[in-house]
């Protein structure tokens, strides 16, 4: 290795002093208030939070430091949207990943915190206990919400499972059709403790339907259906939004700060709120997951120094499924995926081959303007589209929702591929990438706000009563 | 490729007609048994058992299929006791785990049926809760033993952690001293779980020191201490007596059949012993890894056409170490042990570099006779021992522990290297690689039931009473 390139190696896979100083400042401080919280009267916010800032430090760090070392093992890419074509590491969202799972299972003992001391102080049946085991001593266990740390533990099994498949598909690059189910197994945990543990399947009606359905309808089996589809398409939409620098991560932040938003409207009201539980429950998964994204953002932004890869993607659907299911709120979750259904649908004639689909869809990089431009589908002369097939994509083309181009006999030469990033280039024109990260970004959170909008407001008309209580 | 290359292909990543057929005559019965089991009473333990046939087929099936994708992504490696070096597909153990995990989870319902049903039928607080939430309805948690659903959860997420953890260290040849703490990192659930949910730290003290310690002992936090030490010597244990085909998977089924072998001691008691439970417990998590381990098996002997991979051996050490934690027996692990913590301490003068260390200590294959001989550490005139060490090595020597070669002037030339496969080489002459294997594997089942005699006979002497309540 010549001096040129260790120097090289090293600006990239060390921290700076700035950031380490940084880095170290935060994490003090962090593991100060974790001390102080577990040994107070034991907020488990605040501690989510710190455990937040202390996940985003190490996560730094170790997307720097094992950069090379994911590299050496064949985790690597190439960036195609950029003039000087490097290879830079892929399917660095495994280590948020596992730094997030640390996180969240170090954290454990906070929630439960105010729990233990009670369980501990009371304890009337020792003798008992001892008469049956002979080494029982200790803590007694009926006064522990069990229940609660078994949902816990099913969430983070689903995302422990969902990192092992994530990183399976990373590694062996698995078909389209065979990954689509890849949450749906990482789901399993989730729904087995569902079922011996909680078992509820009813739903609320909407009120203009109470008269002919009653106010609860038990969905029963369907109830496990239903979950299972969410937690298949919320993973896999965030996946197919791809292919820009940044994209996969500022989506995943905005849903979870919405997500988050949502859960603190429940915090602040002026009462205790049924729901409060769940909604804790929520930032408590959410906090630290921020915290892994922001540190991954920074290096995945334009241009981007590190790949996310599938785990991060599918990683960040399943937090979210996890959070909405055992929190009870997986339609709210429903309205913040709008963009991300919106381009699931739209990619729906690709996907299922009315139209030609090519290997990668990304947006194209035009070399001499460094913009990108939506990439298209080429038609030859001799392999046109079948007669419903031309006249829909006319239509979309008449409505904006595609760039038809056609040759002076009418026939067509080619077609913009149809994900939301290259439309939305035909909407705005060529776009440097970084403006498009930036502006789909800004859709999703004016998108999502009106989500919420929706949920707490509109929802009133449907249901008798919002989760508000207002 | 060619069409020899292709049926070679074929004819090793393809099921056989007769293996096809017996497979799917074994998953379909199991299928069966599952179905009645579910729908009847609910043994949990024959489900364990039908579980366990499943995932022998489905380890079975899977390692044939994907063999070329794991060699694909580089995951391979070369098998250097033969005369035809070919390259096999590494980290197979992967597989392994992930089937078993897959059965674990899905099992989840079974020991907790009995309790689902009285849950659901005793439903006396129903409105309450429906005043409370507006969706609740259902099953009841009070009855339903959430200490329990909480301790296997906590295992299945250390047995996830251990298998993320062994993947990584299998794809980025993670150092020795790094990797030695990683069933630390993996044991983490299970001790934050155990410390909210159990929390009993209290040992029994031997009658001959109960007049001066007490009856029981509160050991407090150096329980976990202890916890995490027997976590991270069971995998690393099983990790460093590797080298030849099979030894892995042969060791680790000698235990978990000896573990279950006790497991069973305490089922046909002629009264319910108090332990009953946690012995089932143990079971539930044993059942299932003796049917992967023995599909893994049929596929790494002698001659190997997979490799296992670390991850195998984390995953089993790690396997035995929550079975034993959360069976209340980890000294009972501790005896079944005994070769692996021989080999581990016969390995402290190369591991802690008072010998020198070559990177490999597996034996030496000999080409001409093909059988293996002990490797050796050269030591040249330059180079030699200091006094010390040349005194213990000689020691070694004359009592049978060591062989040391000198030349006419005294000179160190050669000793054997510490681990117990070249010991055993050294005690018997060379031999062929799966007789050494049976052997080892040999001495480990006549050490193991040697340790279980101890445990149930000669406890006795040392606690007032054994487990068995005899």
Redesign the interface.
Known sequence: MTGHHQNHHNSTTCLSQAESLSLLALSAACVAVLANTFQGDGYPLIASLALGGLAFSATFSMIRWLGP??M????KGVDMSKHHKKELPECMGAIAA?VY??AV??F??FP?YKD?VAA?SGGGNRDVVMH????????F?HR?P??K??SY??A??AL??I??LG??DD??DIRWRHKFFIPA?AS??LL??Y??????????IPTPLQPYLGE?F?LGALYYVYMASVAIFSPNSINILAGINGIEVTQSIVIALLLAFNDCLYLLTPYPH??TDSHLFSLYFLLPFLGVSFALLWHNWYPARVFVGDTYCYFAGMVFVVVSILG?FSKTLILLLIPQIFNFVYSVPQLFGLVPCPRHRLPRFNARTGLLEPSVTPWTPERQPKPPVAWALKTLDKVKLLRVTLDEEGRFVETSNFTILNLWLVWRGPLREDRLAMEITGMQIVVGLFGLFVRHRLALILFK?DNLGV
């Open positions: 070392t994911f050496r093992a064949g985790l596992m799972l640390l299972i170090i454990i003992p439960f233990i501990t049956v085991e002979h080494v029982q001593e200790g803590r266990l522990f069990h229940g740390l078994a533990l099913s983070v099994m422990q499972s990192s092992l990183i399976g590694l062996f197994f399993i945990p087995v403790v079922f011996v543990d909680f078992g509820v399947t009813s739903v609320v609860l038990n049924p729901a009870h009563q």
